[in-house]
């Protein structure tokens, strides 16, 4: 085997072919440059896209191009050493990771050294590129049973009952420029996490300067720890389809022109609700900061489709709104305590909590402990690794 991807590597490197198929064989360009001096070689600059049906190992002294899909299989394993940046092609959203059901990405940067994903461009753009996709086993609430649901990119199967499902391991890994969209309706973001398990291990992660959420759960119970969303245009933190995870130390800033910090809905409303079961996550230590009141910040938060919740130790700064909460079950949630905030302070906001429920309660009722939420220390977390 060894044998045969050299020689197939010498091909591709004579032929010089660059195609992106969304659906291709693996496609590996080698565009190696032997110095004449020493006989030293440059690193190998590597174009990655197709189906992988094998593991694949990325090797820390190559360089390597995302020129399209690529999309790991059940059963395979992607792994990306520490300190790695791949560049993919700037040509939207057809330009992604997908981390099939079954199969496992592990990227384990450190603060000193992590993991980039980026646009190829060279002044680099929100929508450059689509992002980083991961499908796995775990309970999502618009099917049930062993049915399985469909990624809005790619088209591929997630969902199940496996709760603890193990999609791999993600640490310090920054995602920039994401967000190319298919269409209206199909877009990427920055993390897509579709029906992804508490076996999945997900600590400090950044979603920079994408063009649609920065980060996305489609159900799901993983857990992430360590969270940053700087300047997503569209929602910095998306949840859905009944996701029950937790989210610790969560820092996300926005500007005016971007959409919400958080929207949460219990269900996805293009389908139905179909196992009765709201979203219901455990959101800790989370700091979100608008350009201001002046500025005409409008949302920071905005809480619908009955999702539920539990967050505690909260700092918003700078909106016109702290929290907005629409529909009927939304409200129950506030009434049943399925949804409520502990710990909690408002800096240079407007209306703390508007109700758009149809459900009588007071803000006392929603939140608590007002002017003792110091939410995230991300000056020290977040320093080195991340960008601002």
């Known amino acids: 085997m060894k044998k045969q991807l050299i020689l197939a590597l010498a091909l591709v490197s004579m032929v010089f072919s660059c195609t992106t198929d969304d659906t291709a064989d693996i496609i590996i360009n080698d565009n190696s440059i032997t110095n004449n001096g020493g006989g030293s070689t440059d690193p ?20 390597y191009k995302l020129n399209g899909s690529l999309i790991m299989t059940d059963g395979t394993t992607l ?7 791949i ?3 700037a040509s939207g959203a057809d330009v992604y990771i997908a981390i099939s059901q079954g199969a496992k990405i592990v990227a384990n940067g450190t ?14 753009a929100a929508g450059d590129w689509g992002g980083l996709i991961i499908l796995g086993k775990a309970p999502i609430n618009s099917v049930t049973g062993t049915a399985t649901a469909t990624s809005e990119i790619a088209s591929l199967p997630y969902g199940g009952q496996t709760t603890d499902d193990n999609s791999g391991s993600l640490n310090y890994v920054r995602v920039e420029y994401s967000g190319g969209a298919a269409d209206g309706q199909s877009e990427n973001n920055g993390f ?10 997900v600590n400090y992660i950044q979603a920079y300067a994408g063009k649609d959420d920065g980060i996305e759960f489609f159900g799901g119970t993983v857990n992430a720890s360590y969270v940053s969303v700087i300047n997503a245009e569209d929602d910095s933190v998306d949840w859905t389809e009944g996701y029950a995870g937790t989210l ?5 800033s926005n500007r005016t022109t971007d959409d919400k910090a958080i929207e949460a809905d219990g269900y996805n409303t293009d389908f139905s609700n179909a196992t009765g079961v709201f979203s219901k996550p455990t959101v800790t230590n989370l700091t979100i900061v608008g350009e201001g009141t002046a500025a005409g910040h ?19 700064t700078g909106y016109i ?3 907005d909460l629409d529909d009927t079950d939304t409200g129950n949630g506030v009434v049943s305590d399925d949804l409520q905030v502990t710990g909690v302070t408002f800096v240079d906001v407007t209306t703390k909590m508007k109700n758009d429920t149809s459900v009588s309660f007071t803000d006392s009722d929603f939140y608590t402990g007002e002017g003792s939420g110091t939410a995230t220390d991300y000056a020290t977390w977040g320093a080195g690794w991340t960008k601002q």
Not at 79 to 85: N, Q, R, S, Y
Not at 111 to 124: G, M, Q
Not at 192 to 201: A, C, D, K, P, R
Request: hydrophobic letters at 35%; aromatic letters at 8%.
């Open 79 to 85: 792994t990306i050493p520490a300190g790695m940046t």
């Open 298 to 316: 409008s949302e920071a938060v905005r809480l619908r489709a009955g999702t539920q919740g539990i967050f505690t130790n909260v700092h918003i």
């Open 248 to 252: 610790t130390n969560v820092y996300i």
């Open 111 to 124: 603060a000193d050294n992590p993991i980039v994903l980026t646009s190829d461009a060279s002044s680099p």
């Open 87 to 89: 560049e993919a092609l």
């Open 44 to 63: 190998r600059t590597i174009f990655l896209s197709g189906t992988y049906t094998e593991d694949l190992t990325l090797d820390a002294n190559n360089t």
């Open 321 to 323: 709104e702290g929290f």
């Open 192 to 201: 897509s996490f579709y029906g992804v398990g508490s076996g999945t291990v």
